[in-house]
């Protein structure tokens, strides 16, 4: 059967090499009118970076530096979302707060100390994200206060799976807006200022 086919060639593999990673390319810039989906980052073409709950925190900001994000999902052992943790988790108030109740070090504070577990996880609807604009998730944030939004696709007996992640950086990024403030709602005012110069 292997008569008709020679074996390629084989080669030792250079110091320093990278390997692929899937790559969503999102456009350069939208606008409000644009889809929003236009500025989700959709977990069928770019791979979520997950973190473990019982992961130190200083893990979980490497991870977040090393793959250029501020949102990790959290996944248990059966690699089900258990919840999420950002760099605003991690780099605000929340480890002075573990630090002051339990007298511990910032070294000994988990992922799971900090997380916003999956029972507290608000997320919005892929079926209504498709018929929205990017205006409605820029709203959507402001309203909540939040940086980032979690999209889920529900199946025919109402299960999530995690589909898509909004980030209010990638937002203004895309709409030509220059952000240097964690605030949302401040973050969201400055975008409609400078959008309507």
Do not use: W
Not at 44 to 54: D, E, F, Q, T
Not at 69 to 74: F, S
Not at 181 to 192: C, D, G, L, P
């Amino acid at each position: 059967m292997l008569r008709n086919y020679t074996a390629l060639n084989a080669s030792l593999l250079q110091p320093g090499s990278c390997f692929c990673q899937p790559a969503q390319n999102l456009p350069q810039r939208v606008g409000f009118d644009a889809a929003a989906e236009s500025v989700m980052t959709d977990l069928k073409h770019v791979s979520a970076v997950l973190i473990r709950p019982g992961d130190g925190i200083d893990e979980a900001d490497r991870r977040m530096i090393q793959r250029s994000v501020r949102l990790l999902l959290v996944v248990d052992e059966n690699r089900k979302v258990a919840g999420i943790i950002t760099a605003t988790d991690i780099l605000g108030e929340k480890p002075l707060q573990v630090i002051a109740e339990r007298g511990c070090r910032r070294e000994d504070i988990l992922v799971r100390d900090l997380m916003t577990p999956q029972h507290r996880l608000e997320v919005l609807n892929m079926d209504e994200v498709r018929n929205s604009k990017v205006g409605h998730v820029v709203a959507t944030l402001k309203k909540s206060g939040r940086q980032h939004a979690v999209v889920v696709e529900v199946d025919r007996n109402g299960r999530h799976t995690v589909r898509g992640l909004f980030s209010a950086t990638q937002i203004a990024r895309q709409l030509g807006v220059a952000i240097q403030t964690s605030e949302v709602a401040r973050t969201f005012s400055e975008i409609e200022a400078q959008l309507a110069r």
